[in-house]
């Protein structure tokens, strides 16, 4: 791998992001609504619910991590996106840099999005709630890494979409997370699913995370098995992602659809 | 030779686009690839690029097969200008051609992109985004880019298309000069004859997936009869089957 590689592609997504202030706003406002609709949610249910009475906050500290999730994955597919946008594929791709390098530089950059909108919002969230999702410690930094994984897996998966069925695919990459949010118990513990949805739901990393993340501010304390079986799931999907990444990159060249590729 | 294209063929589901050419072209050399919309040029192009795999047939590139070869290694030798590809319009032209330069590994970049600037007449909009520059400001950044690494291989696609008659001439101008001091093979796809008349050493006549025809501009308007190459193509272009 060649880290100047990497570098130059991520500060073409680092120039278009500093290049304008809407795009930069853009970022940090939708996290920022999120803090606020859920803060004041969850200071509903605080007040409301014997469930959420000891624990003010849970619901936030859930929206936080969903959030971050949700940037990540927007993100990564965002820039391959802007990519066919701008009618820049075919430059992209002729250029010497490898598939490996393509995806490492994108992962690297999803999540500097991602953060550049999520920790002013979370930041926001201690003096207007009084919820820190940072209060969450060493932790926070073990839940995040299976939530970034399975971010990029999923911006993976769209992109693959994008690559396999052109730019007419753009509609799934704005829909994928939506599909899978009502089995990743985000919200809600696992048992209010259907005992079958509960095998599928089992089988995601981000039931694991989100139960972590709920006895983890209900009772004190970490559960660190759970935390690696979610890691250990997430990288089993990651992994898959970039086959399906390489073989729908394949596929493209054999199809002929990298030239020209554009809206 | 320094490129060389060994039966290649593409078929795309049932349709054949190029069907078992066979070329070559010297190194420092500049082809017209010549045809109809549609006969193959640019499915040609894309698997010289390797963007496109041929269904059958090999491409030699200084004697290496480019199959064999890491992708990285052929790309950092060749590049590609075509009006039908763009450059990211939000970014400055000076940062399209330090991302690009980056991506190329080009050494001394920020002389490079000076150098190449200067001449091609950039500088002066350096700090533009690239989306708000009229079409002939974008086809000269375009074609920076594609210099950008001082490639051993330019493929051309249509590079003066859309652009006024000045415009045009001034990256005629440019290719032929940039031509005399530079060891450059051109592959040159164009519809524009008196343009491949004046860049051209030799061309190579396509029609529905097929070489109808190669030689120098001279042989082939000699050959069938006409009094230029514009007469020339339309002859075979319009001709049933286009071979003679």
């Known amino acids: 791998m060649d880290f100047s590689k990497i570098y130059a592609l991520g500060l073409r997504h680092i120039y278009l992001i500093s290049n304008s202030l809407p795009r930069i706003v853009d970022l940090i406002y939708w996290p920022t609504v999120q803090i606020f609709l859920w803060g004041f949610i969850s200071k509903f249910f605080t007040l409301n619910s014997d469930y959420y009475s000891n624990t003010v906050g849970i619901i936030l500290t859930a929206a936080i991590l969903y959030d971050f999730l949700f940037r990540v994955s927007i993100s990564f597919n965002m820039m391959f996106l ?119 739901a089992k089988g995601l990393p981000l039931v694991h995370i989100f139960e972590e993340m709920r006895n983890i501010l209900l009772n004190n304390t970490v559960n660190y098995f759970d935390i690696i079986k979610s890691i250990s799931i997430s990288i089993v999907y990651f992994i898959f992602g970039v086959i399906i990444f390489y073989s729908s990159y394949l596929g493209a060249k054999q199809r002929g659809t990298l030239i020209n590729m554009g809206e | 030779m320094f490129i060389q294209i060994k039966n290649l063929s593409k078929i795309f589901k049932n349709n054949l686009a190029v069907d078992k050419i066979n070329f070559h072209i010297e190194k420092n050399k500049t082809v017209g690839l010549l045809g109809p919309n549609g006969c193959g040029k640019t499915t040609s192009i894309g698997m010289m690029l390797g963007l496109i795999k041929p269904s059958e047939g090999e491409i030699i590139i200084d004697n290496k097969n480019i199959e064999s070869l890491k992708r990285n290694d052929i790309l950092s030798k060749i590049n590609f200008c075509s009006p039908y590809i763009e450059l990211p319009k939000k970014l400055t032209v000076k940062q399209n051609l330090e991302v690009y330069g980056r991506l190329y590994g080009v050494k001394n970049l920020s002389e490079r992109i000076i150098e190449i600037s200067e001449d091609l007449d950039i500088k002066n909009f350096f700090k533009r985004k690239t989306g708000e520059l009229s079409s002939g400001q974008k086809n000269r950044v375009s074609l920076a880019k594609s210099l950008i690494n001082k490639p051993e291989i330019l493929l051309l696609d249509e590079p003066t298309a859309s652009l006024d008659p000045d415009i045009g001439d001034f990256v005629r101008s440019y290719i032929q000069e940039y031509r005399s001091k530079n060891q450059v093979t051109i592959l040159l796809a164009s519809h524009n004859m008196n343009e491949v008349e004046r860049l051209c050493d030799s061309i190579i006549m396509m029609k529905k997936g097929k070489i109808i025809d190669k030689g120098t501009c001279n042989e082939i308007i000699k050959k069938h009869g006409r009094n230029n190459l514009e007469e020339t193509f339309l002859k075979l272009a319009r001709s049933r089957d286009g071979f003679q």
């Open chain 1, 82 to 200: 802007e990519e066919i946008w701008s009618r820049n594929f075919t430059n992209l791709f002729i250029a010497p840099i490898k598939i490996s390098e393509i995806i490492t530089s994108l992962t690297l950059t999803a999540i500097l999005r991602a953060l550049i909108g999520l920790v002013p919002a979370a930041i926001l969230a201690i003096p207007l709630f009084g919820v820190s999702v940072f209060k969450l410690g060493l932790p926070l930094l073990l839940l995040l890494l299976p939530l970034y994984l399975f971010g990029v897996t999923l911006g993976l998966l769209v992109t693959s979409g994008l690559l396999r069925f052109g730019p007419s695919f753009e509609n799934i990459a704005w829909a994928s997370l939506f599909f899978l949010a009502p089995l990743g118990c985000i919200y809600y513990p696992i048992e209010i699913l259907p005992v079958s949805l509960q095998i599928l």
